[in-house]
């Protein structure tokens, strides 16, 4: 009975066009360390919720009225949009704010969508309130950029207005980052105008508290003074009213009457103040400026920090004097580089493992066929993952170390059938056209059956199921691509490279390398533990690791 030899379109490709599956392999490596360099990295994946806070103002009114008014008109309307999860209400005195959160189908912007109309819908009716002082404020919440990444802490022996100035001098440069969202200044008053009337004297003055009120606003205004056309050119003139001084609103006429002007400063006396207090910023028990530094959302953490690092060291040199004290406190950015180090450290040592196990069992030459299919995997990975908008993240990294031993998985039985098609005979290329060509489905239906066990998790409901669906995309996009590895670039590299035998390896020679190998690693080991650093005592044990795979390797199994 003849043997039936099979090939696979796509990895017949492969290997008739060498040359372009070289150019694919270099634009996977560079394409996939800039996607790597570039992807934004944060602790943990950022959660959208669609939530949406509907504000009303309604001075003067009891909070019963403003339930009976505002609230339950405007929750009225909401209640018939669809995907609505939840509506939550607060009704005070002159104020009424509706919580609304809808379920992660609908996108933030389709839920401040309806939600939008939905108002607009209840100020239309004849019987919601004509005279509020403003409509209410309708705006989505997002809780990325509720929290603040750092806190940025200035002091020294300034007033509290110089450490102001210095506060709103790098608040300006921070903001105009464009990771960043905002910055606000903590531990600092504003000014406020507080006017003292003497009460006898306006009485007699025949004036009231409204007529003060009134003169006030008609003064402390700017407006247009319409175009002013000169020489063919036309400009825009402004009439500027608005106070910069006590004085000035001292000087204002509250009355005037057959000849007598009564000036604000005849019945009152006016000053600036601080506001009260509602605030407090101090470092190790001295009052400092805080700014509270906010980033946008789904924007590299690490690459916002090093630019305010930056901001800072220059303000340093070339604006804040010698003496000032900057400090940053509650700095998120450290907390992630370490978590993602550790990571990313664990991710490399299980390449070098997985490396060192493959070398056990298929040899060197064969465990670098398979093993090319680690880093090739990861880039491609890394290049659809920063396409999608998808962060390095404890969860995304989680996923790459989970999928570190199951990417060589494809790149084995490949490897291993054209390997054995090579010693029954065959050419290098048959061998890779049919070896693929044997095992092609077998390792797609295998993926394939992995790929549906994890399935199931990217759509898990609710504030879990987002937080879980970047493990089955990561693991999807990871297998996936060592698939893609082991059909288009394994083929192509065994019908170049692969040799039915090994190299003759001399084993004294081998035995003498493998046993200096593991004396460099013992004596390494030994420091390490003298010194207590963990670093080298992993070197010592891979380098003890590697002469003893070296030993066992040639001289049992192979």
């Given at each position: 009975?003849s ?36 992807m ?28 009976k ?5 405007i929750?009225k ?17 002159g ?42 404020t ?6 990325a ?5 750092m ?36 531990g ?11 009460l ?36 825009n003139?402004r ?26 400063r ?13 605030n ?5 028990s ?11 959302g ?7 920090s ?35 180090a550790d ?19 298929l040899?060197?030459?064969?465990a ?18 920063n ?28 490897v ?16 890779a ?23 199931p ?44 035998k ?8 081998l ?10 690693g013992?004596?390494i ?11 080298l ?22």
């Amino acid at each position: 009975m003849s043997k039936i030899e099979r090939k696979f379109k796509l990895s017949s490709w492969s290997i008739d066009n060498k040359m372009t599956v070289f150019v694919i392999i270099g634009m996977i490596f560079f394409a996939g360390i800039f996607a790597y360099k570039s992807m934004p990295r944060e602790a943990f994946p950022e959660i959208v919720v669609p939530q949406i806070y509907v504000a009303t103002i309604y001075p003067g009114n009891s909070a019963i009225d403003i339930e009976k008014l505002i609230t339950r008109p405007i929750e009225k309307e909401i209640n018939g949009i669809s995907g609505v999860d939840e509506i939550t209400s607060t009704s005070i005195e002159g104020y009424s704010a509706i919580q609304v959160t809808f379920d992660f189908s609908v996108t933030p912007t389709e839920a401040l969508r309806k939600v939008k109309d939905k108002v607009d819908a209840a100020l239309s009716d004849k019987d919601f309130p004509k005279d509020l002082p403003a409509d209410p404020t309708v705006q989505e919440m997002n809780f990325a950029e509720l929290m603040p990444i750092m806190n940025i802490n200035l002091s020294g022996e300034f007033s509290m207005n110089q450490l102001k100035e210095y506060g709103e001098y790098l608040e300006d440069k921070i903001e105009k980052v464009p990771e960043i969202s905002k910055v606000t200044i903590r531990g600092i008053q504003d000014k406020e105008i507080e006017i003292s009337v003497d009460l006898y004297k306006m009485q007699s003055s025949e004036i009231s508290f409204n007529n003060i009120g009134t003169a006030i606003q008609n003064e402390n205004m700017t407006i247009s003074g319409g175009d002013l056309l000169e020489q063919g050119q036309r400009r825009n003139v402004r009439v500027i009213g608005e106070f910069t001084s006590a004085q000035e609103i001292g000087n204002i006429i509250v009355k005037q009457e057959e000849g007598n002007i009564v000036y604000l400063r005849d019945i009152a006396v006016v000053s600036f103040k601080e506001q009260e207090k509602n605030n407090y910023a101090r470092e190790f028990s001295q009052p400092v400026v805080m700014l509270d530094v906010t980033k946008r959302g789904g924007e590299n953490l690490i690459n916002a920090s090093t630019q305010i690092d930056s901001i800072i060291s220059k303000a340093k040199l070339s604006y804040f004097p010698s003496n000032l004290h900057i400090s940053k406190t509650n700095d998120m950015t450290n907390d992630t580089k370490t978590k993602v180090a550790d990571l990313e450290n664990s991710i490399i040592l299980g390449v070098i493992l997985v490396v060192l196990v493959l070398l056990f069992f298929l040899g060197l030459r064969n465990a670098l066929f398979v093993g090319i299919a680690i880093p090739l995997s990861m880039f491609i990975s890394f290049i659809i993952l920063n396409t999608l908008g998808v962060t390095l993240n404890m969860m995304v990294l989680f996923s790459l170390v989970l999928a570190l031993g199951m990417l060589v998985d494809n790149g084995i039985v490949v490897v291993e059938n054209v390997y054995r098609l090579l010693d029954e005979g065959y050419s290098k290329i048959d061998a890779a056209k049919f070896g693929v060509g044997e095992v092609a489905m077998p390792i797609i239906a295998s993926t394939a059956t992995t790929l549906a066990a994890f399935l199931p998790l990217a759509f898990w409901p609710g504030m879990m199921g987002e937080f879980m669906k970047f493990l089955p995309i990561t693991l999807i996009i990871v297998l996936g691509s060592s698939l893609f590895v082991a059909l288009v670039i394994n083929p192509m590299l065994t019908s170049v490279y692969m040799k039915i035998k090994e190299d003759e390896v001399d084993f004294k020679k081998l035995l003498k390398y493998s046993i200096l190998f593991i004396g460099i690693g013992i004596l390494i080991v030994i420091a390490g533990i003298s010194s207590e650093t963990k670093g080298l005592n992993a070197l010592g044990l891979l380098l003890v690791l590697i002469g003893l795979l070296r030993i066992i390797n040639n001289k049992f199994l192979t």
